[in-house]
């Protein structure tokens, strides 16, 4: 996820590459028409020094883009983690699932896997969210507004599912063209747009 209408997403291609000097880094961000975004990423069943050293990298290609979230499908790994940073504190979780939910808020959201472009979406505003974080402890977390929306916004990837499948369809029909084009050109570098629930296009 995309942390606001003025941190505009783009490709981290090209940015990490002093780490990794005369080679290709090891993971690069998906995008949207990428079929393993739509895959369900399957549970971790250990913590073992890769899957350390993956959540370091998907911290670089987070903060790199820039976002506020990543999950492991946005850089093609089935598995079912993401990363995060909220009020600056870095956090990791592995097997996360909501199990409680209340309200509704609507709020603009981003994703770095569909970059250019933000919805207004209805999602509920707090969540229980649990899981295991890096050292192997069971965590539990009460969000509210931004971080209920992030946590609800990276678990979605991990079941395989894009913000763009929250769209009203008015929506849906302003973003055509857009979702069109990045499916087949990859992102752009043109201005960041955003489409209200009722379908308005602003800039
Ligand atoms: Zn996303």
Known sequence: MTSDHGGRAVGDRGARAGRYPGGVAPYSLRYLGDPVLQQRTNDITEIDDRLIQLADDMFDIMYDAPGIGLAAPQIGVQKRLFVYEHDDEPGVLINPSVVESDGQWVFSEGCLSIPGIYFEIERPKQVMITG???????????????????????LDHLNGTLMVEHLTDEQRKAAKKHLLELRLNGPGTGPSISIAADGTVSD
């Open 132 to 154: 295991v974080d890096l050292d192997g402890n069971e965590v539990r977390y009460e969000a509210d507004e931004l971080q209920a929306r992030l946590f609800q916004h990276e």
